[in-house]
């Protein structure tokens, strides 16, 4: 069974030091990662996600295969990075007839200090 | 703007009073979803639909309705409602490409 684990439930760093959500996988096919941000009291938002490689507020994803890894990295975090930080999987298997749906870690709370 | 709308974002209900939570999307989206969240477990899928009459259960689908007859709208029907179903719930809409593209501003129920 697909599963994202985020060993991390709460993070803490402070202003200006690099920070690195963690993100593993379980899956038996060729994923697609995406991770997800939500700001307190917001709905969630997609931060990024593998295939298109970019750069969103500083944040970067880089999926290794090996590790079955999809860390979220930011250089120099900041306080308005303080935030619920969600990574999921799509969950596909189009030759075994399965879903397009999302499969989500449970999530590392993140909190920058001044 | 592109947007998927939820009402009520607050709900206090009694147990066993039948309710609904609509979503609505305006971005022509054929995918769309029901998810709860809950401290210490995350987001659990509830629902999802590919498209209009197509729906299929999620991770945690027991309790819960759905319905969808238009591709804007895709409500969450509880017809009984139960105390374990106190949660904040998010309704999410997107493509094939990106299914969860946009989420809702989430309904938080409190069932007594």
């Known amino acids: 069974a697909q599963r994202v684990t985020q060993p991390e439930k709460l993070l803490s760093v402070f202003k200006g030091a690099p920070v690195e959500l963690k993100c593993n996988y379980s899956?038996?096919?060729?994923?697609?990662l995406f991770w997800y941000v939500q700001y307190s009291r917001q709905r969630l938002q997609l931060l990024l996600r593998?295939?298109s490689r970019e750069s969103i507020k500083g944040f970067t994803a880089d999926l290794n295969k090996g590790e079955t890894s999809f860390h979220l990295k930011k250089p120099f975090a900041q306080e308005e990075d303080s935030a619920m930080y969600y990574c999921?999987?799509?969950?596909?298997?189009?030759?075994?007839?399965?879903?397009?749906?999302?499969?989500f870690g449970k999530g590392t709370k993140l909190t920058v200090n001044p | 703007e592109a947007q998927v709308t939820q009402n009520p974002r607050y709900l206090i209900t009694v147990t066993g009073k039948k309710l609904t939570v609509t979503c609505s999307q305006n971005?022509?989206?054929?995918?769309m979803s029901w998810y709860r969240q809950d401290p210490g477990l995350g987001l659990r899928q509830i629902y999802y639909?590919?498209?209009?009459?197509?729906?299929d259960k999620g991770d945690v689908p027991e309790g819960y309705k759905v319905s969808r007859k238009e591709k804007r709208n895709f409500p969450l029907i509880l017809e009984s409602p139960s105390p374990n179903q106190t949660s904040l719930y998010f309704c999410?809409?997107?493509?094939?490409?990106?299914?969860?593209?946009?989420f809702g501003q989430g309904t938080r129920l409190t069932v007594v």
């Open positions: 999410a809409s997107g493509d094939r490409l990106n299914t969860e593209a946009f």
């Open positions: 899956y038996s096919g060729s994923p697609e």
């Open positions: 593998h295939i």
């Open positions: 999921a999987l799509r969950d596909v298997h189009p030759a075994q007839g399965g879903s397009e749906k999302l499969v």
């Open positions: 971005m022509n989206h054929e995918y």
């Open positions: 639909s590919m498209n209009v009459e197509v729906t």
